[in-house]
């Protein structure tokens, strides 16, 4: 398979809908949404929600704007999970179940 950012274009006027990146790329959407996945780390890939699509920021105005919202929407996904655990977070750690360096190891793991 070609890399997904191959078939995205740069800036916010330029996005790519999941049903146009299945009929370019020849994969289905759980596919592209898993390649997309793999390179999020390195490639800054923005999708608004609006059903436009993907697209990759740059440092114009506009694009580090969209950035903002979506790192704005998705950590609050994060914590919103997060929070939902602390219980079975205490549970696990009452019962010897779970360590604190446990978790800094496999957070460091995942490079977060």
Same mark, same amino acid.
């Given at each position: ?19 146009? #990146? ?45 950035? #903002? ?12 999970? #997060? ?30």
């Amino acid at each position: 398979m070609k890399n997904i950012a191959d078939y995205l274009c740069e800036g916010i006027e330029n996005p790519i809908s999941r049903k146009r #990146l299945e009929a370019t790329t020849g994969y289905c959407d759980r596919v592209n949404r898993e390649s997309l996945e793999v390179i999020r780390p390195d490639v800054p890939i923005v999708n608004l929600q609006d059903g436009n699509g993907y697209f990759i920021a740059t440092e114009d105005d506009a694009d580090l704007q969209a950035a #903002l919202r979506q790192y704005n929407r998705e950590f609050g996904r994060a914590m919103k999970i #997060l929070r939902g655990q602390k219980a079975v977070k205490r549970l696990l750690h009452t019962h010897g179940q779970l360590k604190f360096d446990d978790l800094d190891e496999a957070l460091a793991r995942r490079g977060i």
